[in-house]
């Protein structure tokens, strides 16, 4: 059963336009996610992350929204650059997980010049 | 973040043998995190390696397969034994931030069973 779902394996942008990357959990006890990017050949990059207790976490170019009620949160990329063509993981905790994370299966961003 | 290096960064290996991991990190941490990443595939937690104590393996994972060494604060092996094409994989190192809950990984390394 996949807890952290991305339903979008791969999404195509025009630069400097805004990338909207979503991801669904269905775990009601996570309350922590986190954004990673991982280019080929190498390890995932944190990026960004958010607490339950927000809804919103911006840092730079990047904005993490959060619905509980939902169960959905979103990275929106503001303005697409082309080095931000990665693949882009959603990961989830709970607080009571000895801080595991469970990962989605990542999107593949592209942005077009 | 901490710098995290990982060896051998590939390996082309037969049927049957092992093969020995290594994660080195440039500063002590507490909680070191083996991952598996198969082709097309994402990030799938093998273990957590404390020091001092045996590693806690997740479901679908079993020590004999698996074994993992963490010797100190700063260190850690995985070693895939008795390879099959099935394990052909990326294998990843983590050790948590000051954040605790995010993780920063080390490059991987790249697995090709034949």
């Known amino acids: 059963d996949q807890q952290v779902k991305q339903n979008s394996p791969s999404l195509s942008v025009q630069e400097g336009r805004i990338s909207i990357l979503n991801c669904d959990y269905t775990?009601?006890?996570?309350?922590?996610f986190l954004w990673y990017k991982k280019y080929p050949a190498e390890g995932p990059t944190f990026l960004i992350s958010i607490s339950s207790i927000k809804d919103k976490n911006e840092d730079g170019r990047f904005t993490v929204f959060l619905n509980k009620s939902a169960k959905h949160l979103s990275l929106h990329i503001v303005p697409s650059q082309p080095g931000d063509s990665a693949v882009y993981f959603c990961?989830?905790?709970?607080?009571?997980?000895?801080?595991?994370?469970?990962w989605g299966a990542g999107t593949k961003l592209i942005i077009k010049p | 973040s901490a710098v995290i290096s990982q060896k051998p960064s590939r390996d082309i290996c037969q049927r049957g043998t092992s093969l020995t991991i290594q994660c080195q990190v440039d500063s002590q941490v507490t909680m070191m995190f083996w991952y598996r990443q198969q082709p097309g595939q994402s990030l799938t937690l093998i273990a957590t390696a404390n020091q001092g104590s045996e590693a806690t393996y997740e479901s679908g994972f079993v020590i004999d397969k698996f074994p993992i060494s963490r010797p100190n604060l700063t260190f850690s092996t995985l070693t895939v034994s008795n390879m099959s094409p099935e394990d052909s994989s990326i294998y990843l190192c983590?050790?948590?931030?000051?954040?605790?809950?995010?993780?920063?990984f080390g490059p991987g390394t790249r697995l090709t069973v034949t």
């Open positions: 983590s050790v948590t931030g000051t954040g605790e809950w995010e993780q920063y």
């Open positions: 775990n009601s006890m996570f309350d922590y």
């Open positions: 990961a989830a905790s709970a607080s009571d997980s000895n801080y595991q994370l469970i």
